[in-house]
């Protein structure tokens, strides 16, 4: 567990770094996202891309405006376009978010290559049908991604470097936290991926590589996790990320009586009062499996008074 906890703040330190040396690699000129910087560099300079700018920096590798632009080019495909309406804060908040992304994932791939992880060519494929499933078929999956300028064979790659992370984080999960009982006793189940999925189609976030509703997302958002490294003094208390607290605070939205802004990363304010559940609020089966609501039952009515 403690391993865990070094690459969490290595992440966090790692991404600190800016540097404006340049980098050989560059933009095609007739290429969309060449085109695509030089629209936004009146809107943010830094995204010439006649120029180098290195948002990330490590020891291994950089970020650079550059890459930025190609890997928002892959993963938008023509909804890159939309960048054209944002503001400069607006455009900065999206140009960094996307560069930390793009570091942690390289960090997390260079570890896992250190430990040569690897996916079975079985688990891509299932992986890769059960996409193909949800979209209706391969065919019809491919006429999406070309239909969004998206690209399937990037596609196939993407998700086997999220195969990869997620091998290598329960690997190292398994390794670090010792069962000392005699007889193992399971987590007791809460949620299922499968429930939350009847309304969230492929519920992924963080740079859609976190997976798990069940298991994963709690590793971060624990009881004693709160928004405070993100928060301004003035803006104290800082509020809990605790996963039980914070889902059902976000599903009540649109009736809570109160405010209910989380501050999220670099100070990015993420209120959650005009979300509309499609659903009744008191059917806690929807999202709950075997009863788990029961023991936590009494303390709901809390919920919609946000402190």
Not at 262 to 290: E, M, S, W
Request: aromatic fraction near 6%; charged fraction near 25%.
């Amino acid at each position: 567990m403690k391993k865990t906890l070094v690459l969490c703040f290595v992440l966090l330190i790692g991404l600190c770094g800016c540097s404006k040396k340049g980098d050989d690699a560059g933009l095609g000129k007739d290429s969309p996202a060449f085109l695509l910087a030089q629209e936004l560099t009146p809107v943010l300079p830094a995204l010439d891309p006649a120029k180098t700018v290195s948002l990330v920096v490590s020891r291994n590798f950089k970020i650079t405006t550059v890459e930025v632009i190609q890997f928002l080019q892959t993963s938008l495909g023509n909804r890159i376009q939309e960048l054209k309406a944002l503001d400069a804060q607006q455009l900065k908040d999206v140009v960094e978010r996307s560069a930390v992304q793009m570091a942690e994932r390289k960090l997390l791939i260079n570890a896992a290559n250190d430990a040569k992880t690897v996916v079975p060519p079985e688990e891509l494929d299932a992986a890769l049908n059960y996409q193909y499933s949800r979209a209706g078929g391969q065919e019809v999956f491919q006429k999406a991604l070309s239909d969004n300028g998206l690209n399937l064979e990037k596609f196939k790659e993407n998700i086997r470097i999220d195969l990869v992370i997620q091998n290598y984080l329960s690997v190292l999960l398994d390794r670090e936290i010792a069962v000392t009982d005699e007889e193992a006793v399971p987590r007791r189940q809460i949620v299922s991926d499968a429930k939350c999925e009847t309304c969230h189609e492929n519920l992924a976030l963080h740079g859609s590589n976190r997976h798990n509703a069940s298991g994963y997302c709690q590793i971060c958002h624990n009881p004693l996790a709160d928004d405070s490294p993100y928060r301004e003094e003035e803006d104290m208390p800082a509020r809990t990320i605790d996963f039980k607290m914070l889902i059902h605070r976000i599903h009540m939205g649109e009736e809570l009586e109160n405010d209910y802004t989380q501050i999220g990363y670099r100070g990015t304010a993420h209120n959650f009062n005009h979300v509309v559940y499609p659903g009744d609020l008191r059917n806690c089966a929807k999202c709950h499996v075997d009863d788990s609501w029961m023991e936590a039952k009494g303390n709901l009515e809390t919920i919609t008074h946000c402190v």
